[in-house]
C-alpha cells in the first residue's frame, strides 16, 4: 500500500502432483503522491516597497520525490501595470499527479507620475510672495512625495522653477512651472527716484485766515516756513 519506484512481486503455482513453477517476477512501480510545485519571480526589476517597476516574468518549478516531474505549468508574463496580480501554477509528474503552486502575488508600477506644476499669484510683482505647486499624480502606486524649487521674484522677467515627484514604486518624474515677475510701476517708479520737496519763493495763491480751509491744487505754490 505503501509508495515505491520498484516492487518486484514473485508468485508460483502447484499442481496436483506437487509440482511447482515459478512466474517471472513481475515489477510494480506506485506513486500517489502529488509533486510540490512553486512559483517565483525569475525576471524583473524590483523597486521600492514590494513593487516591481519593468516588465516581470515568473516561472513554476516543481519536483516529485518518486516519478518525478513531467511537466510545469509556462512562464507567466505581466507587462501591465496592476496593483496585485495573482499569478498561479502547478506541475505533473510521471505518474500522472498534479501539485498547484501557492499563489504569488506581483504588483507592478513602471509608470512615473504626472505633473502639471503650477505658480499660485502668477505673475507675481517684484520682490512679491508666490507659491509653486507640483500637482503630482499617480494611478497605480500612488505619490510617495513631490516638491518644487524656491522662486525667485528680486528680478522682473520671465522665470522657471523645476518641480520632481516619486511614486510609492520608486518612478521618478520632473517639469516645470513657468512664472512672470512684474516690473514695478512705472509711476511709482519714478516717484521714487525723485525727491520730495516744497517750492519756496513767495505766495502765487492767496492764503486765507482760519477757521476758512485752503484749497490747493497741482502747480500751485504754498508758503515754506
Request: hydrophobic share 40%; with cysteine; proline share 7%.
Amino acid at each position: 500500500n505503501a509508495d515505491s519506484v520498484d516492487t518486484s512481486l514473485v508468485g508460483n503455482c502447484t499442481d496436483n502432483a506437487g509440482n511447482s513453477s515459478n512466474a517471472a517476477p513481475l515489477s510494480i512501480k506506485r506513486d500517489t503522491t502529488p509533486p510540490t510545485a512553486s512559483l517565483a519571480v525569475t525576471a524583473g526589476t524590483l523597486g521600492d516597497n514590494g513593487w516591481y517597476v519593468s516588465d516581470v516574468t515568473a516561472a513554476t518549478s516543481g519536483a516529485g520525490a518518486l516519478s518525478g516531474i513531467a511537466s510545469c505549468s509556462p512562464d507567466l508574463t505581466i507587462d501591465s501595470d496592476t496593483t496585485e496580480a495573482s499569478l498561479a501554477g502547478s506541475c505533473t509528474d510521471n505518474a500522472g499527479n498534479n501539485g498547484n503552486a501557492a499563489p504569488l502575488a506581483v504588483k507592478r508600477d513602471a509608470t512615473p507620475p504626472t505633473l502639471t506644476p503650477v505658480v499660485t499669484r502668477n505673475p507675481v510683482s517684484l520682490n512679491g510672495i508666490a507659491v509653486a505647486n507640483a500637482n503630482a499624480a499617480d494611478t497605480v502606486s500612488g505619490v510617495a512625495s513631490a516638491s518644487c524649487g524656491a522662486l525667485a521674484t528680486n528680478t522682473a522677467g520671465d522665470r522657471s522653477v523645476p518641480c520632481t515627484a516619486t511614486d510609492l514604486a520608486g518612478n521618478a518624474a520632473s517639469a516645470a512651472a513657468n512664472y512672470t515677475v512684474s516690473p514695478a510701476p512705472a509711476d511709482l517708479a519714478s516717484v521714487a527716484d525723485k525727491p520730495i520737496g516744497f517750492a519756496a519763493g513767495g505766495f502765487s495763491v492767496t492764503v486765507a485766515n482760519p477757521p476758512q480751509l485752503n484749497r490747493v491744487k497741482a502747480g500751485d505754490r504754498m508758503p515754506f516756513i
